[in-house]
């Protein structure tokens, strides 16, 4: 190694370390209070979609069937693979006993379907309430359908988790039961964080281009067909919300690429670039791969720019994606950042994102909904990202919105939709500025 190299690779540490150090001392606003998000069975909408051999039965209350119901009544390609098995007052008040009652609608739903080959059962508030022991239903039931059906349970209670940790709880479950990756084997990429087939798709074939060909998806598009997992894995995150799974995955061995996450092309080169390194690509030849899709995602965003350049962005919290989407659109496009709120902040899983924020941005975690609100009022951004719940409200205050929850419904990640992931927020902007004329 050259001196020069020795120098850049010294003077590389300090500017890591001082942003680590920044980053340390940036104050984050943490809320507790009343908030505005959904519960973790929305991920259910998604996860049915692309499990196509999963069943998802929510032991829940009338409300969680009409939020299912009516959450995947926007849904085109909607699909009988989800229900609510519905408690009913007598299983509330402890009149019947609730394990026998699941026990028959299970019995009664695997007979009719023999194509579901998983079972989820997914706790709800009105289970926890009545501490319904859904682990122990999952494995009374297992015993008996195994092995035409893997029964597992996780929980997507509005007590517990928020919108996308349904998803985490989900993925979490089936972690334990991935086979093991053999001590021996070569090192393998574990993608995690559910996709849409398309994206999916197209990572693959640039993993492929890059060399690396032994690559596992979880979840996998049939939810028996479970990715190995063992000290020779290395996975890399596709979703910011998968602090649980993550923690299950070190659990069996495998350990984290760390990378910013892949939105835009600077997002997505980098997700790449890591994962690349981690298995010892030729530097130059990860260039030469990503080259043309990420010179289409930067022309695409340049023809993007000059609308939301320079324009005022508050994400309340909602989803765990507003970190890395609040970096795309500060570093990628030229907004804005005034505050950036999340449910949850994993520093470790974002350090790499936390590290582009100005100095300015104000972080929140958790929720006060009310005086996030005063905040909003005060700092009248250009557009604010939140739930559908707040978003009607706010517009009629003369705020700008986007629905938080159309950005975990479209494809987003990737070169080819960094485009269409800026225009989310190009629309709201401009359906403003032709209602203002
Ligand atoms: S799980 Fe809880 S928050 Fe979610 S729909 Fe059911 S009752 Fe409502």
New binding site residues.
């Given amino acids: 190694m050259s001196v020069a190299e020795i120098l850049e690779g010294c003077a590389a540490e300090v500017t890591r370390d001082a942003r680590a150090a920044t980053e340390a001392q940036r104050p984050i606003l943490r809320e507790r209070g009343q908030r505005e998000v959904?519960?973790?069975?929305t991920g259910i909408i998604w996860l049915h979609r692309k499990m196509q051999d999963a069943f998802f039965l929510?032991v829940?209350?009338r409300?969680?069937a009409?939020?299912?119901q009516s959450a995947a009544g926007v849904m085109i390609f909607a699909e009988p693979r989800f229900a609510t098995a519905i408690m009913e007052e007598r299983d509330l008040a402890g009149m019947v006993d609730a394990q026998d009652e699941l026990d028959r609608v299970v019995n009664r739903l695997l007979e009719r379907r023999p194509d579901i080959k998983t079972l989820f059962l997914v706790?709800?508030?009105?289970s926890e309430v009545i501490k319904l022991d859904l682990a122990k239903a999952a494995q009374r039931l297992g015993a008996v359908h195994m092995p035409r059906v893997r029964i597992l349970n996780y929980s997507?209670?509005?007590?517990e988790t928020t919108f996308t940790q349904g998803e985490d709880a989900c993925l979490a479950a089936l972690v334990p039961v991935m086979p093991a990756l053999p001590a021996n084997a070569p090192k393998e990429l574990l993608i995690v964080g559910s996709l849409p087939d398309i994206v999916e798709d197209q990572f693959l074939r640039l993993f492929a281009q890059l060399g690396i060909d032994r690559i596992g998806v979880l979840p996998a598009r049939n939810a028996r067909d479970l990715p190995s997992v063992g000290a020779n894995t290395r996975y890399l995150l596709a979703q910011p919300f998968l602090g649980e799974t993550a923690m299950a995955l070190e659990g069996r061995g495998a350990r984290r690429i760390e990378a910013m996450f892949p939105f835009g092309a600077e997002g997505t080169s980098d997700w790449l670039r890591a994962a690349a390194r981690e298995f010892g690509i030729d530097a130059a030849h990860v260039e030469q791969v990503i080259a043309p899709a990420r010179a289409r995602a930067s022309r695409a965003l340049a023809n993007l720019r000059p609308q939301l350049e320079g324009k005022r962005i508050t994400f309340l919290p909602d989803s765990q994606l507003e970190v890395p989407l609040a970096r795309f659109l500060q570093d990628e496009l030229g907004m804005e950042l005034v505050e950036v709120g999340t449910p949850y902040l994993h520093r470790a899983h974002l350090a790499r994102e936390l590290d582009r924020f100005g100095p300015n941005v104000r972080l929140s975690e958790g929720q006060h909904v009310e005086r996030q609100l005063d905040r909003v009022r005060a700092d009248r951004p250009d557009i604010t990202v939140c739930g559908l719940g707040l978003a009607n409200p706010l517009e009629g205050e003369g705020l700008t919105t986007k629905w938080a929850i159309e950005l975990v419904f479209s494809p987003i990640h990737g070169f080819d939709q960094a485009a269409d992931l800026a225009e989310l927020f190009a629309r709201p902007l401009r359906r403003r500025d032709m209602l203002e004329v």
Avoid: D, E, M
């Avoid at 997507?156 to 007590?159: A, D, L, T």
């Fill in positions: 959904f519960c973790g069975l929510v829940g209350s409300t969680c009409h939020l299912l706790g709800s508030c009105p997507g209670s509005g007590i």
